[in-house]
């Protein structure tokens, strides 16, 4: 005898759907990218970690640019007189 089961749960269910998949990606590729880490490296990093690694190359990306921008504007305005 053959039972049918009465209830479909959505593939999210048992798994990671694909945007959540695509995100953690998306991190692996820039801890590779920006800090030289392997993709076992990363993957096998507490997310806890892995996430502040992220926040912290986010922060330091911010802190480059508006170092930046301001030796721009210190030299644009220097060049004025």
Known sequence: MRRNWRFHS???????????????????????????WSFSEAYNLPIQIRRWFLDRLIKQKD???KATEDAYKKAQSGSGR
């Open 10 to 36: 959505p593939w999210t269910f048992f798994g990671l759907d694909n945007k959540y998949i695509a995100a953690v990606y998306e991190e692996f590729f820039l801890m590779k990218y920006y800090g030289g």
């Open 63 to 65: 802190d480059e640019n």
